[in-house]
């Protein structure tokens, strides 16, 4: 019995596989793509910014529905404080000390300056580490990837856009779109040598 069961199921499997898959409809699709913009935008961010405020979204929206003058307020807050974040840590930079341990500093016109130690370089060490104008581009790029990420979010999108219009609702989709593309296309022409606080580290 449990051999022509087994067969019996066999012959089922084929058909199972070969049936027509459930047509999504533009809505879903829509919502598949954002959600596979935002994961590919975040990954150009620095990471504390982005799980900061994913964390505290919902929250402060109270998911979306902003009740009161002062949520926006506080929503408004938390976009500039995250955009703030995101030009910040653009600017950071890390090296490795004489035992290993990664050390964080701030890049500027001087060279890097160092944040969490009292380890100081030496002059031409420091000046490796200066500030240039592709790390400023980079870094006002992150503002544009962070707002773009902000845009994609229902609770901020909801929250500042309760009841749309039709026009409002299509710019909603490719003006985020838009910017992602282009931010992701210079990122990739005009990489960061930079390897600072939330990003990937460095092996030297």
């Known amino acids: 019995m449990d051999v022509r069961t087994n067969l019996r199921q066999q012959q089922q499997l084929p058909l199972l596989e070969n049936a027509p898959k459930a ?60 955009g703030v974040s995101c030009f910040i840590l653009r600017l950071t930079d890390s090296f490795r000390d004489e035992r290993g341990k990664v050390r964080y500093g701030l890049a500027t016109f001087r060279g890097l300056w160092v944040i969490d130690t009292s380890l100081k370089l030496a002059p031409e060490e420091k000046a490796q580490y200066q500030l240039k104008f592709i790390d400023l581009f980079h870094a006002f790029a992150s503002i544009l990837v962070f707002a773009t990420i902000a845009l994609f979010d229902k609770n901020v999108v909801n929250c500042f856009f309760p009841t749309p219009s039709e026009e409002t609702k299509e710019l909603l989709i490719r003006v985020p779109i838009g910017i992602g593309i282009a931010c992701s296309i210079l990122f990739v022409l005009f990489p960061s040598k930079r390897h600072g606080i939330g990003c990937p580290l460095s092996k030297h």
Not at 36 to 64: C, D, N
Request: net charge positive.
């Open 23 to 82: 047509q999504k409809t533009p809505a879903q699709k829509a919502i598949r793509k954002t959600f596979k913009g935002t994961a590919h935008l975040a990954r150009l961010l620095p990471t504390g910014s982005v799980l900061t405020f994913q964390i505290l979204s919902p929250i402060l929206t109270h998911q979306g529905r902003c009740p009161t003058h002062a949520s926006r307020v506080i929503t408004l807050g938390l976009l500039a404080l995250c």
